[in-house]
């Protein structure tokens, strides 16, 4: 079956430092992918979003790589912010609508 | 410019009784998701509802559990005769169109945690 996963369950960098967290997904077709922040006691906020005909998007400080050849997606956070700690989820969204999630990884910024 | 609105936010319930979760979504927003969440775990698709219509209950499981979107008012989410598995965070999104054909995100809802005593 489908499945989509993430490389690490926790992160930790320093405040300032980039980071980097991963995702693995399992079906070729799927052509739309979303990564969503979800702070605790909240539902997932939407962080930026890629379709399979690219390989690059950039936000505010955020860039989604995506490397349909290994089947695998990054995101990128420039100059991380205490505020930026949460946990992050990358979806594949198939063409029924339906959204299948990671597991998530967990960014802690140390100050 | 309000967003997804669930209520409750907490809801506790005994074992054999009913919950009732509800959804608002955005406005503008005809397609209405819903989804669970354990601890520890990412989010996993239960229903996709438009208006007065179940699009996709693939996640939905076979008893106990229903979804409506009628044509005025939120989206219910049921549970009937609920059981200490089904405690969980139940997230409702929404998007103006079917994901599928627009590539438009999902906006999601805090959530309502549901706890069986």
């Known amino acids: 079956g489908e499945s989509v996963g993430l490389h690490l369950p926790t992160l930790s960098v320093q405040e300032g430092d980039n980071s980097i967290i991963n995702c693995a997904y399992s079906n070729s077709a799927s052509d739309y992918f979303i990564w969503y922040k979800q702070e605790s006691g909240k539902g997932p906020q939407f962080i930026i979003d890629i379709r399979s005909n690219m390989d690059k998007r950039q936000g505010q400080r955020v860039t989604v790589l995506l490397n349909k050849t290994v089947k695998h997606l990054s995101l990128q956070i420039a100059a991380t912010q205490p505020g930026d700690s949460a946990v992050y989820f990358c979806?594949?969204?198939?063409?029924?609508?339906?959204?299948?999630f990671g597991q998530g990884t967990t960014l802690q910024v140390k100050p | 410019n309000a967003g997804v609105m669930q209520n409750p936010r907490h809801l506790v319930r005994r074992r054999g009784q009913e919950a009732r979760l509800r959804c608002s979504p955005m406005k503008g927003h005809s397609h209405v998701y819903w989804y669970r969440q354990l601890p520890e775990e990412g989010l996993k698709f239960m229903v996709y509802l438009q208006k007065e219509n179940i699009i996709d209950e693939s996640g939905m499981p076979k008893e106990r559990f229903s979804a409506e979107f009628p044509k005025e008012g939120p989206s219910i989410l049921r549970i009937q005769q609920v059981v200490r598995g089904d405690s969980a965070a139940y997230f409702c999104?929404?998007?103006?169109?079917?994901?599928?054909?627009?590539?438009?995100?999902?906006?999601f809802g805090d959530g309502t945690r549901l706890s069986i005593l």
């Open positions: 999104a929404s998007s103006p169109r079917s994901q599928g054909h627009s590539n438009q995100p999902q906006h």
């Open positions: 979806a594949d969204s198939s063409n029924t609508g339906k959204l299948i």
